[in-house]
């Protein structure tokens, strides 16, 4: 048995626990340093890249599905409109607002009687999440006590992100989308009642639909999504595809930029050209394989693995595109090089800095960048292009006599993320029963009516390597680290432990048996 100094010591580790825990999980978020007005000076006049072109219809074969599907000259596969079947996709045109800055949103009827609310359409997480109590940015929320529908799992939720967080709980309810299906399902709702750092000024949604896959699911990979669920109760092929109607309009929040997302199919009339698929590599995220990027035509000649470092995703709630470090800094030095301007200072690169131009558009001082994707036909490959206007932004309400931009990359821990202001070039299909994500021109991606997106190939691999994802990139590595410095943390408690005791306690002292296991710092992170 125990004396009373050593219940003392025990209760003394157990809050020298407490706080450790409570220390790692509010380590302090990066400081963002104000923007500010950069006048640029010019240096001549930007050569302009080749042209790019794209690949004439191929005639059709039938695949091993009987759908019909291109094929050009060297056996690279197209496919064609696949949305055939009872589902009328006309009714999801146009059904989003938003833009890539503040994120484009859908809206829903929740419970009965139908309370109206506008949800951020989110490839990069698996929940759907609606504010349960009010909050000062966000204009409406979901009250559970006014719908009689409204049940509760009893479960709770905890959600971080690399800035921001929520809790909440998990019920189910019915849901309506107006401008998609005239029925309503039974889903799974996370009720949010506590924030920090979710809800953002000047945003108009007031919840996210996450439609990446249930791996990513909180609290547990058990709970069905929202798209699962709609997938079952519609009836409807497991696809979906996504259109943003952004590209070259200013990042105000004023949310009149529209979009569409369409559940279960394809609609043909959002794009032009063919369809070009790459496989998805794991389906946690939407992880793909980039194989290589393009400057100004002009390959960055780096190792194909530096792209795909841990994973490379596309992820609508994500605005910029997203590079790992080396990458960011290779591309960085490359657009500097090929714009002739001179005097650009580094905030501008990093975001933090505007630059302004008087009564004139940048356009021409910049290069295309050009992303390379393995063809579902690996020994093929095809590129995506994004010209100026899709990845330098325009900022309003800076000066009445400039024009003021700001970069629309920045650099990643790991991860290279595909996220809004790419997506806003193209219409992007994500098909989760052939697990490939496609990528066609959208028919809205003009600035001043001139296209600002290109897809061409079919491109030889034979210079790559057959695989630039290694298995043990995989994984999330800081979730790695993280479990390496609990585990240290917890030798070292448990080595303190054993010396505060070993004077007070005798050899009969028995052991506790009931062991925790603190997961709370293992989360899934997000770039936004």
């Given amino acids: 048995m125990c004396t009373l100094g050593e219940k003392q010591v025990l209760v003394l580790l157990q809050l020298l ?41 191929a005639p059709f074969r039938n695949d091993s599905g009987g759908r019909l599907r291109h094929v050009d000259a060297e056996g690279l596969a197209l496919a064609l409109d696949p949305a055939r079947g009872l589902v009328n996709f006309l009714p999801m045109i146009d059904n989003l607002q938003g833009d890539a800055g503040l994120g484009y949103y859908l809206e829903m009827l929740i419970g009965t009687p139908p309370q109206k609310l506008q949800i951020l359409v989110d490839t990069g997480s698996s929940n759907f999440a609606v504010a349960g109590v009010p909050d000062p940015h966000t204009t409406s929320y979901f009250d559970i006590e006014k719908s009689y529908t409204y ?143 393009e400057i100004g035509g002009q390959n960055l000649n780096l190792d194909c693995r530096e792209y795909n470092v841990d994973k490379a995703i596309v992820d609508s709630g994500t605005t910029l595109l997203h590079l790992p470090q080396k990458v960011f800094d290779a591309v960085v030095k490359a657009i500097s090089q090929t714009s002739l301007i001179s005097e650009f200072s580094e905030e501008f690169w990093t975001g933090s800095q505007l630059a302004c131009w008087k009564y004139e558009t940048p356009w021409s001082y910049f290069p295309n960048i050009s992303i390379y994707f393995r063809d579902e036909n690996s020994s093929k490959s095809f590129r995506i292009t994004v010209l100026p206007q899709l990845y330098i932004l325009p900022v309003l309400g800076i000066d009445s006599n400039y024009e003021c931009y700001r970069f629309g990359i920045s650099s990643s821990a790991n991860s290279l993320v595909i996220g809004a202001t ?76 054993i010396i505060l005791l070993f004077p007070f306690c005798s050899l009969n002292c028995s052991r506790d048996r009931n062991l925790v296991n603190d997961e709370s710092c293992l989360v899934q992170h997000r770039w936004k």
């Fill in 151 to 293: 049940q509760s799992k009893n479960l709770n939720i905890n959600v971080k992100y690399t800035q921001g967080s929520w809790t909440g709980s998990v019920g189910e309810d019915v849901v309506t989308i107006p401008k998609g299906f005239n029925s309503t399902f039974l889903v799974n709702v996370a009720v949010i009642f506590e924030s920090e750092d979710f809800f953002l000024p000047k945003t108009k949604w007031n919840g996210i639909l996450g439609l990446a896959y249930a791996t990513l699911a909180k609290p547990s990979s058990s709970l069905e999504t929202f798209f699962d669920s709609l997938v079952k109760q519609a009836k409807i092929s497991n696809i979906f595809s996504i259109q943003m109607c952004g590209a070259g309009l200013p990042r105000d929040g004023t949310g009149t930029n529209g979009g569409s997302l369409v559940m279960g199919g394809i609609e043909p009339s959002l794009y032009k050209g063919d369809i070009w698929y790459t496989t998805i590599k794991r389906e946690w995220y939407y992880q793909i394989e980039i194989l290589k990027l």
């Fill in 422 to 497: 790419v997506m806003e070039g193209f219409y992007v299909v994500f098909d989760r029963a052939q697990k490939r994500i496609g990528f066609a021109l959208s028919s809205c991606a003009k600035v001043d009516g001139v296209p600002v997106s290109e897809i061409s190939g079919p491109f030889s691999t034979d210079d790559i390597a057959s695989s630039c994802i290694s298995f043990s990139t995989s994984n999330e590595p800081i979730l790695w680290i993280v479990s390496y410095a609990l585990m240290t943390l917890c030798g070292i408690i448990f080595l303190v432990l």
């Fill in 17 to 57: 626990f407490l706080w450790t825990t409570q220390a790692l999980a509010q380590a302090p978020t990066p400081f963002i340093l104000p923007l500010k007005v950069s006048p640029i000076k010019l240096n001549g006049n930007l050569p302009r890249p080749p042209p790019v072109t794209v690949s004439r219809a």
